[in-house]
């Protein structure tokens, strides 16, 4: 079973270029997740989505945009960077809230 | 605006004593809530979960207690086991948006 695939794994951008992680599951989730760690600051949440076609905003959604065209995919762009994106990057899937979520093993993110 | 805290970053604790880890929420629309175990380099595994309308949930080891009243829920570990020694992170969910919010995360250490 893959679960919650993210690629890329380790990406460098540098300031205003743009890039889009990816997060895929293989579960027929309907809810899906994307976190940013920062040292110290446990995880927060950037976006979400309930189902295909709909998607709200987290925490710290500001220089996020996210898509949910089908229940598999959930792709996070960046438009921009700054260095202040710098972070490692985790999506989740769950059926519902009420349920333990599955992770992805992380995107860590330097943008110099 | 941090809903869901973790106000204690580190614990140690020796092997085969209590291991004790707190959280506090300040979102009334919270209906349940988790605990997961993160390793270095790894995404967050889910451990435990309580819903509202319980005071305790318990897991061979691992018991979770839920105060209401005070918005506080605590993990208790019991024997501690060095592989035990993670970051422990709670989450909080809200069922009738689909959020899922996390705290800052408590690093355990335990002694052998």
């Known amino acids: 079973n893959a679960g919650v695939t993210q690629t890329p794994k380790f990406r460098i951008l540098k300031i205003g270029q743009s890039m889009t992680l990816q997060c895929a599951q293989d579960?027929?989730?309907?809810?899906m997740y994307w976190y940013r760690q920062d040292p110290g600051m446990g995880l927060k949440l950037i976006y979400y989505s309930v189902g295909a076609g709909i998607t709200d905003k987290g925490e710290v959604p500001n220089g996020y945009n996210v898509s949910r065209s089908t229940t598999e995919d959930f792709p996070l762009r960046l438009e921009l960077a700054a260095p202040s994106q710098t972070s490692v990057y985790f999506c989740?899937?769950?059926?519902?809230?009420?349920?333990?979520?599955?992770f992805g093993q992380g995107t860590r993110l330097t943008v110099v | 605006d941090q809903q869901v805290k973790q106000n204690s970053p580190s614990l140690s604790v020796q092997e085969g004593r209590i291991s004790i880890l707190n959280c506090d929420y300040t979102n009334s629309m919270f209906d349940y809530f988790l605990w997961y175990k993160k390793y270095p380099a790894e995404g967050p595994t889910f451990l435990i979960s309580i819903s509202s309308i319980k005071d305790k949930n318990e897991d061979g080891r691992f018991t979770v207690f839920l105060n209401k009243s005070a918005k506080h829920l605590s993990l208790h570990i019991v024997p501690s086991q060095p592989g035990d020694s993670a970051v422990y992170f709670c989450a909080a969910s809200a069922s009738n948006t689909g959020k899922l919010i996390f705290g800052q995360g408590t690093t355990l250490q335990v002694k052998p």
């Open positions: 579960m027929n989730h309907n809810y």
């Open positions: 989740a899937s769950t059926n519902s809230p009420r349920t333990e979520a599955f």
